[in-house]
Structure formats: structure tokens, C-alpha cells
């Protein structure tokens, strides 16, 4: 284990001899965080560690990228259809002020409901946080000894060929199931949680 490796695994993690933490070490982005340096969370308790921080693929931003760069080039697709607006230079120039704004208004929307749309995990619990707007927000949580079942799914070729999947969590309790929708590396995240499971019943965490 390397020195970058040693600072970023808690000390509770560095003895525990489990391929977790191999899944851990090898992927690193936004959408798949391990072990991530000062995160905190609302309820969060002292001494647990955030294991995991999952999001969407950067796929599902694509979209609204698509969108923008339309918006952005419709006031010159509109000059071309048509030719004899009056006063076509100032029309042109003001619809794609407009187009500009819009587009990175919904461009700034998207990417902050991807941005705090996270799934975490923990030597706790598991939780899917949504955040719908600035004023609606859900989070669903476990307690990873409730946890009864892990379950991935991948449909479609391109959830194969970018490997994106959702993770489904089934938990005893009154919230049946917890779902970690759009995730890259879906079976990656079944072999973490399956470890931690066990290694929380085996008393290593």
C-alpha cells in the first residue's frame, strides 16, 4: 500500500483484508468517490467513515448538453430559414442573448440536481439523497444491519458498453427498498456493500 493509499483509508480499514478495498483503490471521479476527505452530512454521527459517494453518469447530463447547444444555435438556424427579417442582425443578436441565458440557466439546474443527487455509503448505513428543487429534497436511509439483500440491474446496450446500472437495496423496515438509479460500475458497488455487510457482522468495522 502506497502513502497516497495509507491517507486516504481510514485507519479502521487498512487492517481488514477484504477485495472492497481494491474496487475502492482503483476508480476515483465525481461519480465515484471512495473515501472522500472532509464530507459531512446532516445526522452524520463522529466516528463514522463515508465509505462511498455514488452519482449519476455524466451520461445523463448529455441531454441537457444536447439542449443547450441547440438553444444556442437556433436563433442562426432561424436567420436562415427565414432571410428577409427586418432588422436581422439586431433580432439575431438579441434571440440569442435570450437563448443564452435560458440555456445556461437549464444547463446550471441540471447540473446542480445531478451535483447533490447522491447516494452515499457507509461503515453505517446506506443513503439516497434526492433533491428535486431548491425547496424539495427527500433522503432515504439503512442501517447496513437491516440490509437483507443487494441486487444490480443493467438493461439496454448502453448501460453495457458504459457500464451503468442501479442498485437495488432491500432492507427490513417500514422503507422497503432503497435504489441507487443510473450508478457506474453497478456490480463493483453489489461487491462493496456485500463486503461491508460482512465485515460489519464479523465486528471488523
Known sequence: MNEVEKINIPEKFQKIDRTFLN???????????????????????DDESVVLILRKHWQFLLPTILECIFL????????????????????VFALFLV?????LSLLIYRYVRWFYNVNIITDQRVIDMDFETLFSHKTTEARLEKVEDITFKQIGILSNLFDIGSIYIQTAGAKSEIEFKGIHNPKQVQDILSDLLESKKKGEI
Do not use: A, D, Q
Request: net charge positive; glycine share 6%; aromatic share 10%.
Open 23 to 45: 474496487h475502492l483503490r482503483n476508480e476515483k471521479g465525481s461519480v465515484f468517490m471512495p473515501f472522500p476527505r472532509n464530507t459531512s452530512f446532516l445526522g452524520k454521527e
Open 99 to 103: 437563448s443564452l441565458l435560458i440555456s
Open 72 to 91: 444556442l444555435l437556433l436563433p442562426f438556424i432561424l436567420s436562415v430559414i427565414i432571410p428577409n427579417l427586418p432588422n436581422r442582425g439586431l433580432f
